[in-house]
T-cell receptor, first 114, second 112 residues
Framework: NAGVTQTPKFQVLKTGQSMTLQCAQDMNHNSMYWYRQDPGMGLRLIYYSASEGTTDKGEVPNGYNVSRLNKREFSLRLESAAPSQTSVYFCASSARGPITDTQYFGPGTRLTVL | KNQVEQSPQSLIILEGKNCTLQ??????????LRWYKQDTGRGPVSLTI?????NTKSNGRYTATLDADTKQSSLHITASQLSDSASYIC???????????FGKGTSLLVTP
């Protein structure tokens, strides 16, 4: 049982380049989330997917798109990376929603945009 | 804007000592409060979750308390170990909306 896995672990991009962060979970969870974590700030929700086939914007969605490919996989795409998107990105999943469910986090992707 | 404030920002203690971390929040209406532990370079891991009616919950050497009237929570760590060195994050959920409100965390260093 791997839990939540993320690829890649590290990435360096130039301004304007695009990339997709991959996330998969093997816990049969319905809900999945993408967060970013910046120094001196709390985790902020980018997008979430309450169930397969649905996605919703979180607190900081600008500059990102997501795809809930199937129940297991939830990807985050940066179409035109900007230095302000330099951050650590965490994917998480929970059985139902965040009301009482615990979220399980992946190990993170450390992204630097030059 | 709903906020979660944690103190202290950082803390250094000797192995074997106890410590208490604080979390004050203005999130309303309140649903639940979680404490997470985040090791360096890893994702957060849940320690406890408390709803409005719960005022104490333990997980091994970790004991969380909640005073919903004063909107304060604390995380007490007993007999600290080197492996307790991490960031501890307080997360509060409102009954309104879907997002969780994350504190900035308290960075704890346990030294030999």
């Amino acid at each position: 049982n791997a839990g939540v896995t993320q690829t890649p672990k590290f990435q360096v991009l130039k301004t304007g380049q695009s990339m997709t962060l991959q996330c998969a979970q093997d816990m049969n969870h319905n809900s999945m989330y993408w967060y970013r974590q910046d120094p001196g700030m709390g985790l902020r929700l980018i997008y979430y997917s309450a169930s397969e086939g649905t996605t919703d914007k979180g607190e900081v969605p600008n500059g990102y798109n997501v795809s809930r490919l199937n129940k297991r996989e939830f990807s985050l795409r940066l179409e035109s990376a900007a230095p302000s998107q330099t951050s650590v990105y965490f994917c998480a999943s929970s059985a139902r929603g965040p009301i009482t469910d615990t979220q399980y986090f992946g190990p993170g992707t450390r992204l630097t945009v030059l | 804007k709903n906020q979660v404030e944690q103190s202290p920002q950082s803390l250094i203690i000797l192995e074997g000592k106890n410590c208490t971390l604080q979390c004050n929040y203005t999130v309303s209406p309140f649903s639940n409060l979680r404490w997470y532990k985040q090791d360096t370079g890893r994702g957060p891991v849940s320690l406890t979750i408390m709803t409005f009616s719960e005022n104490t919950k333990s997980n091994g050497r970790y004991t969380a308390t909640l005073d919903a009237d004063t909107k304060q929570s604390s995380l007490h760590i007993t007999a600290s170990q080197l492996s307790d060195s991490a960031s501890y994050i307080c997360v509060v959920r409102s009954n309104s909306g879907y997002a969780l409100n994350f504190g900035k965390g308290t960075s704890l260093l346990v030294t030999p």
